[in-house]
C-alpha cells in the first residue's frame, strides 16, 4: 500500500512537470511553425505566380506561332501571284512579238494584216494590265514580308520572356 501511495505522487509530479516543460516551449514551437507556414505560403505564391506567367506566355506563344506561320503563307501567296502574273506578262510579251514578226510578213492578206493589228493592239493592252497588276502584286508581296518580319519580331521578344522567365526558375527553385 505505501508503494502505490508513492507511485501516485510520483505520477502526478512527472505530469505536471511535463505539462510545465511543454508550456514553456509550445510558443517556440508554434511560432517556428507559424513561421515555416508562412514561407511555404509564400513559396507556393512565387511558385504559382510563375506557373500562371509561364502559361500565359506559352499561350501567348503558340498565338504568335499561328500568327508567323498565317503571316509566312499569306507571302507565300503574294510571291505565287506575282510570279503568276509575270509569267502571264512573259507569254503575252512572247504572243506579241509572234504577231508584230508577222507583221513584217509581206505575204498576209489585208484582212490578216487588220486581225494581226487588232492582235498587236490587244496585247499592249493586256501587257499595260499586267504591267500594273505586277506593281500591285510586288507591293502585296512587300507589305507581306514586313507583315512577316514584324510577327517574327513579335515571336522573338516571346521567345526571350520564355527563355528569361526558364532563368528565373532555374536560379529560383
Known amino acids: 500500500m505505501r508503494r502505490s501511495w508513492l507511485l501516485i505522487p510520483s505520477i502526478l509530479l512527472i505530469s505536471v512537470l511535463g505539462f510545465g516543460q511543454s508550456a514553456s ?3 517556440q514551437g508554434m511560432q517556428a511553425l507559424v513561421l515555416e507556414v508562412r514561407q511555404l505560403r509564400k513559396d ?10 509561364a502559361q500565359v506566355l506559352l499561350y501567348r506563344l503558340q498565338i504568335q ?3 508567323v506561320v498565317r503571316a509566312s503563307q499569306h507571302l507565300n501567296d503574294a510571291r505565287g501571284m506575282l510570279a503568276d502574273t509575270q509569267r502571264h506578262r512573259t507569254e503575252v510579251a512572247f504572243v506579241l512579238k509572234r504577231f508584230e514578226e508577222s507583221l513584217d510578213n509581206t505575204e498576209i492578206s489585208p484582212a490578216e494584216r487588220k486581225q494581226v493589228q487588232w492582235e498587236i493592239s490587244a496585247n499592249k493592252s493586256q501587257l499595260e494590265n499586267l504591267a500594273a497588276e505586277e506593281q500591285q502584286r510586288q507591293a502585296a508581296e512587300m507589305e507581306a514580308e514586313e507583315q512577316l518580319r514584324t510577327e517574327q519580331a513579335k515571336l522573338a521578344g516571346l521567345e526571350d520572356r520564355v527563355n528569361r522567365l526558364e532563368k528565373d526558375l532555374a536560379s529560383n527553385p
Open 25 to 27: 516551449n509550445d510558443p
Open 44 to 53: 507556393l505564391q512565387t511558385s504559382n505566380g510563375y506557373a500562371l506567367k
Open 65 to 67: 506561332e499561328a500568327a
